[in-house]
C-alpha cells in the first residue's frame, strides 16, 4: 500500500485514528491485537501508554482519558498487592518475579488465567509518562488519577533497580536499558506532579536521578551507546525511547548520536527495524512501530529527510485495508525460526494497535494530523 503524497499520509492518519477509537474496550483499554492468538483479550500498560499518547496528540482526548481511567481503575484493585510487595521488600524478603504485578490484563482489569513473562516494569513507567504528557497537554487535571500515581511512584521507586523481562517479555535476568529509561521518565514526570505531596515528589526526583545514573555509567557501552542491557555491548532498537521520548539523554549529544547510529547500523535495513540482532521471534522480521520510532528520535535531531523515510516504510507495511502488522518477513534475520512460531501462535499478529500508534505519533511529530 505505497504511501506518498502528504494528503495519502494524512489519510493514513485518519484511517489509523478511526481503527483505535474503533477498537477500544468500553472499559477504556486499548486491546494489543484481537485477531492475534496470544494477545487476544489482553491490554498492555505498555503498549496502550505509547497509544494513548498517539491519540492525545492526535486529538482525541476523551479515547485516551478513559484509557487513563482504566489504568487507574486497575491500580486501585492492586493497592494491597503493591503494599504487600513494598512490606516484603523491606523487611528484607526480594519478592519472585511472580509475585510482582503484570504486565497485561484483561480488558476488565483483571489477571487473566493464561501464563505469561509477566514481571515487567516499563509498562508502569511508561504510564506515568503518558497521563502526565496528557494532561499538561489538554490542561486536565490529575485528581481521576492521582491514586493511581501515587502507588505506581511507590511501586517504582522500591522496584526499580530489580532485573526483569524487557520490552519483548526476555530475559528476566537483566537489567534492560529501555525498561530502566521508561521508569526514569515516569519519575520525572511525577517529581513534578500535583498528584504527589512534597515527599513523594522529593522521592520520584531522587529516584530518577539515580535510575539515570545507573544508565550512563553501567548501561553504556564501550562504543559509547546505550546497550541493550546493563553490561552487554549489543544494541536493541527500543533503546532509541532513552533519547526520545524518554529524555534520559539529550537529542543530538554523543550518547544519542551512538545509539541511533548503532541502531541504524546493526538493525535497520531499507528503512525497516529490527528489535535486535539475535531476534528469533517469527524470524526476527522488522517493526513499524520501531522503524517510526527511530524516526521519531531522527526527526528530533533535526534529520527530517530521515524520518520521513522512515514514516514511509511504516506506512507502505499496511495490507490493502489499511492495517500495520507487528513485524514483516521481508529480511528476516534468522529465517529458519518462522515457522515454528506460525506453527505456534497463527500469523503475525495485525492488526497491531502499537504499530497504528507508532505511526499516529511520527506523523503528529512531522506536523502530519488526521484529515
Known sequence: MPVQTARDRRAAVARGVGLIADRQAASGAYPACQEFSAYRG???????????????????????????????????SLTGQVTGLIAQSRQGRPPAADQMLPTRFTFDGSVGSEPWWDFQLDGYGTWLWAVHRHARRHGLSLAPWAAGVRLTVDYLAEFWNTPCYDWWEEHVEQRHNSTLGAIYAGLMAAAASPALDSTQRRRAAQTAATVRHTILSEGRAAAGHLSKWIGSEAVDASTAACVVPFGVVAPGSATAEATLARIESDLCFDWGTHRFAADVFFGGGQWPLLSCLL?????????????????????????????????????????????????????????????????????????????
Open 42 to 76: 489482553y491490554a498492555w500498560f505498555r503498549d496502550g501508554a505509547f497509544t494513548a499518547e498517539a491519540m492525545s496528540r492526535q486529538g482525541e482526548v476523551e479515547s485516551a482519558s478513559r484509557f487513563h481511567d482504566w489504568c487507574a481503575r486497575v491500580l486501585s
Open 295 to 371: 524516526g521519531w528520535n531522527q526527526a528530533r535531531a533535526g534529520r527530517r529527510d530521515r524520518a520521513h523515510e522512515l514514516l514511509g516504510w511504516a506506512l507502505d507495511q499496511a495490507d490493502d485495508d489499511g492495517l500495520l502488522p507487528e513485524q514483516v518477513d521481508h529480511h528476516l534475520l534468522h529465517p529458519d525460526h518462522q515457522a515454528e512460531w506460525v506453527a505456534r501462535w497463527g500469523p503475525v499478529a495485525k492488526p497491531l494497535l502499537w504499530s497504528h500508534a507508532m505511526v499516529l505519533i511520527l506523523a503528529a511529530e512531522l506536523g502530519l494530523t488526521a484529515e
